[in-house]
């Protein structure tokens, strides 16, 4: 069983709907948890992170973090073109991280 | 700051050829890793260093692979010999062990192909 499990998509949303991305992930002993957005052809860049369970809101985004159930989600509200990307998810373990495979998402205009 | 700098962009060769891809870590970060990112099998950790010491490379494929960090500035990621199943796009990145940091911060990449 892969450390991260996250669905590939692609996922096609209308310009302004809600986006909903998620991953689960096997490790009770994961603390923090992060958010990656990836542009075709350049690096991952650090969207969100959050430590533990909870929300954590910045302007469209809101991540969310369930323990429990080992269930981690992305929301984007109001979605806009230039959030088409490659979302990926990552947990981080003893100063290591474990990334999901990557959601793909197109906001059509 | 110029954020974590990879070189080349691109780098296409023969199978058999040696590839070194080269990385620039952020100056103050003490730790450095190296991934590989396919569509199959998509970032896969192969390596990561802590003050230039190289601390789990159970990544790393095979023995035609071999990483270095002679110094806090610069690191080396070499194949030897290449084949066409190591084509991928090849990320440095890098951050600081002090907590506060929760993130790496990727390079744009190298795109290897070999063929």
């Known amino acids: 069983q892969k450390e991260v499990e996250q669905d590939p998509g692609p996922l096609s949303v209308p310009e302004g709907a809600i986006v909903s991305l998620n991953c689960t992930y096997s490790?009770?002993?994961?603390?923090?948890f992060m958010w990656y957005r990836q542009y075709s052809r350049k690096g991952p860049e650090l969207l969100m992170y959050?430590?533990?369970?909870g929300n954590k809101e910045d302007g469209r985004f809101t991540a969310q973090v369930d323990k429990s159930s080992k269930y981690i989600s992305l929301f984007i509200r109001d979605s806009q073109p230039s959030d088409s990307a490659t979302y990926l998810c990552?947990?981080?373990?003893?100063?290591?991280?474990?990334f999901g495979s990557g959601t793909k998402l197109n906001v059509k205009p | 700051d110029a954020g974590v700098i990879q070189s080349p962009r691109h780098e296409v060769t023969e199978m058999g050829q040696e590839v070194t891809l080269r990385c620039k870590p952020i100056s103050g970060h003490d730790y450095l890793f190296w991934y590989r990112q396919t569509m199959m099998r998509g970032l896969e950790l192969l390596i990561y260093?802590?003050?230039?010491?190289?601390?789990?490379d159970s990544g790393m494929p095979e023995d035609r692979f071999s990483a270095k960090m002679p110094n806090a500035s610069f690191s080396t990621l070499k194949i030897q010999p290449s084949e066409p199943r190591d084509s991928a796009v090849y990320f440095c990145a890098s951050n600081t062990g002090d907590g506060k940091n929760y993130g790496y911060t990727f390079g744009s990449g190298t795109r290897l192909t070999v063929v």
């Open positions: 260093f802590n003050n230039n010491v190289p601390i789990d």
């Open positions: 959050t430590y533990s369970s």
């Open positions: 490790n009770s002993a994961f603390q923090y």
């Open positions: 990552a947990m981080k373990g003893f100063n290591k991280f474990y």
